[in-house]
């Protein structure tokens, strides 16, 4: 029997992509046991034990902030170092794969030492600190991007993608939640998520740029959980239907257009699926990483994008009228979204830590 520890933590970013992997790894392997680790104090704590893993909880701070807060931070690592060696050795790792988040450096450094098989996976395309850390001892990293070859050493970057391509590529579409959302099958659906707590800046911007909508075209605008306020925004505009939150996996299929943030996992989704989309990266993350994801696919003319410094109005209302009104600009950015998915991201995956760990077993 194989055992897979998975550390991972911080952010969904880093969260629902070892989900999907371990979701893959009980598919292909069922009698594989499976152990998460993560920071006792961030949504991983309560996202992972609601789908049914063991989690065991460390406790651990970034690097940042004053010399003292960076000086506490370090010593919390080199504690947390010792504390995963025990469970590894408990547990009987066969395997650890860090997805990112700074609970994941004591852990894959604690794995590297005992000698156990380590894989990184870097959802984004600036490399996390936490990564940093931990990529010259690894026997494997994983990559979504060409830009993480910057820095990571060439011979061990494995380009498979994002474990969620594998996920939305499998999605089935739920007819009737999609009717549900009043939602129309002779229209165009676009769907508008800006993340999980959505943006109360792009919310207002919205009842603008969408006062004239094509009526060939139905927008599904996801306002946030922390914006009810805004469910009455389109108030009166029948093509327009608000809600705080939608299960996006099961209406994926009938998606026709994005308007969105540029995360790792929103963009593994729609390369997978070959959804045209305007891009917003978020300019309050981490090495303004979002830019760079969506910069991939502008390139490729696989997307749009629009900073937020430049966002406003008239220039969404020019992107969607430029891509969204235009059926063969659409299917031309559909070609290409759809040639950079990595639909089978999470199998490689898994079948890359099996190899791993038979290596490991031979003589």
């Known amino acids: ?131 940093k850390l931990v990529m010259n001892k690894a026997d494997a990293i994983v990559t979504c991007y060409d830009k993480c070859d910057e820095v990571f050493p060439k011979e061990k970057i494995r380009k498979l993608g994002n474990p969620r391509a594998t996920i939305a590529a499998e999605a089935v579409v739920d007819e009737a939640y999609f009717h549900s959302l009043g939602l129309k099958d002779d229209k165009k659906t676009i769907l508008v998520m800006m993340g999980s707590l959505g943006s109360s800046s792009v919310n207002e911007l919205m009842k603008d740029a969408l006062a004239d909508l094509d009526p060939r075209l139905q927008i599904l605008y996801v306002c946030g959980k922390d914006n009810s306020q805004d469910l009455d925004l389109f108030k009166g505009q029948k093509n327009i239907h608000v809600v705080p939150y939608v299960d996006t996996l099961k209406i994926y299929g009938r998606i026709d257009g994005l308007i969105c943030r540029a995360g790792a996992t929103t963009i593994a989704e729609l390369t997978a699926l070959g959804i045209p989309a305007i891009l917003i990266p978020s300019p309050y993350v981490a090495n303004n990483h979002q830019y760079y994801n969506a910069r991939m696919l502008v390139d490729r003319q696989a997307a749009f994008m629009i900073e937020e410094k430049d966002l406003n109005a008239r220039t969404l209302s020019q992107a969607i009228a430029s891509l969204f009104e235009q059926p063969e600009t659409m299917e031309s950015v559909r070609r290409n979204a759809l040639a950079l998915g990595k639909g089978n991201a999470a199998y490689d995956l898994v079948e890359l830590t099996d190899a791993l760990m038979e290596r490991r077993k031979r003589p």
């Open 1 to 131: 029997m194989k055992k897979i520890c998975i550390v991972t933590g911080g952010t969904g970013g880093h969260i629902y992509p070892a989900l999907a992997f371990a979701s893959k790894v009980k598919q292909m392997h069922p009698d594989t046991e499976i152990l998460f680790i993560g920071n006792d104090d961030r949504m991983e704590a309560d996202l992972i034990p609601a789908n049914g893993y063991p989690f065991f909880a460390l406790h651990t701070s970034g690097l940042a902030g004053s010399a003292a807060d960076r000086l506490k931070a370090v010593m919390q690592t080199l504690a947390c170092v010792g504390k995963a060696k025990a469970e590894l050795k408990r547990f009987g790792a066969d395997l650890v794969i860090g997805f990112g988040g700074y609970v994941s450096a004591p852990v894959m450094m604690a794995a590297q030492a005992m000698k156990i098989p380590t894989v990184i996976h870097e959802q984004n395309s600036i490399v996390g600190k936490s990564n």
